[in-house]
């Protein structure tokens, strides 16, 4: 029973270094430049979890961009040269401002498209209701005026 318990001490006791492991500290000499790594993990999307940015996520590619995002601050690279750094690696995916250009005006324009869908399909329905109302109305009104 000893050895049972201490082998599932020992495993439990690796699993938590092992976060520990994967833990990245990146130091700054200037605050300004802190803040730009933090935006910019906070604006690049990570290629594998595709809805979450890289500093949230915890996939492997994700900690190669945010290293990457690192090393290029600190070869002194600003925060758009980064970012065309990225989408040139990895597509416009990999930012979550996508360009608008022929390829993606559809994501623009698609919202639009339905918005004005809805409000004709709202304005004819109200349309088809009003004059089923009326004609109603009218049908009572001729029965009204026969009865007399």
Same mark, same amino acid.
């Given at each position: 029973?000893?050895? !049972?318990?201490?082998?599932? #001490?020992?495993?439990? #006791?690796?699993? =938590? ?10 130091? !700054? ?7 730009? #790594?933090?935006?910019?993990? /906070?604006?690049?999307? &990570?290629? /594998? &979890?595709?809805? +979450? ?7 492997? $590619?994700?900690?190669? *961009? ?16 980064? $970012? ?8 416009? !995916? ?5 360009? @608008?250009?022929?390829?993606? $005006? ?6 639009l #498209? !339905?918005? &004005? ?11 088809? +209701? @009003? =004059?089923h109302?009326d ?5 009572? %009104?001729? %029965? *009204?005026?026969? =009865?007399?």
């Amino acid at each position: 029973m000893k050895g !049972f318990s201490f082998l599932i #001490f020992s495993f439990l #006791f690796g699993q =938590s270094l092992s976060v520990f492991a994967t833990e990245d500290k990146f130091y !700054f000499e200037a605050p300004e430049q802190q803040a730009l #790594f933090f935006e910019l993990t /906070k604006e690049l999307r &990570c290629p /594998k &979890c595709q809805n +979450q940015n890289i500093a949230d996520s915890d996939a492997m $590619i994700a900690i190669d *961009l945010k290293r990457k995002v690192y090393q290029l601050l600190q070869q002194g690279q600003t925060k758009e040269e980064v $970012i065309d750094f990225m989408k040139l690696r990895y597509g416009d !995916f990999v930012y979550y401002q996508p360009p @608008v250009n022929s390829m993606t $005006i559809w994501l623009w324009l698609l919202p639009l #498209f !339905f918005i &004005c869908i809805a409000i004709a399909g709202i304005v004819l329905g109200r349309k088809r +209701q @009003v =004059s089923h109302l009326d004609d109603e109305k009218l049908k009572k %009104a001729k %029965a *009204l005026l026969e =009865s007399d």
